[in-house]
């Protein structure tokens, strides 16, 4: 299998993920998952998947980070998600209030 091929698809920081700890598929399907969830709940026409990095911080929770052009939108989304051998999911919490 050519794994270069759907890997492209993702930014350095997005494959940037411990062996030893999930599998580099599951560790991807999460991450798309992720972006899935964030792009439907924030309903933005001009977001796009590109634009939606999800990376762990120091505590290893997951966040969003969005470019600049969408930086208001960062800190109004939470995000969970878990993934398996087989699953990943994804659930997107987006506090759309004007703030």
């Known amino acids: 299998?050519?794994?270069?091929?759907?890997?492209?698809?993702?930014?350095?920081?997005?494959?940037?993920?411990?062996?030893?700890?999930v599998p580099l598929f599951e560790h991807l399907a999460g991450r798309f998952a992720a972006k899935e969830?964030?792009?439907?709940?924030?309903?933005?026409?001009?977001?796009?998947?590109?634009?939606?990095?999800?990376?762990?911080?120091s505590n290893g929770k997951p966040e969003v980070i969005f470019p600049k052009r969408f930086a208001r939108l960062a800190r109004r989304v939470t995000i969970s998600l878990s993934h398996g051998r087989e699953y990943a999911v994804a659930m997107a919490i987006f506090d759309g209030a004007n703030k």
């Open 1 to 21: 299998m050519n794994v270069s091929v759907p890997l492209m698809r993702f930014q350095a920081r997005a494959i940037s993920w411990q062996p030893t700890i």
């Open 37 to 57: 969830a964030v792009w439907k709940a924030v309903g933005e026409p001009k977001l796009l998947h590109r634009d939606i990095q999800v990376r762990n911080r």
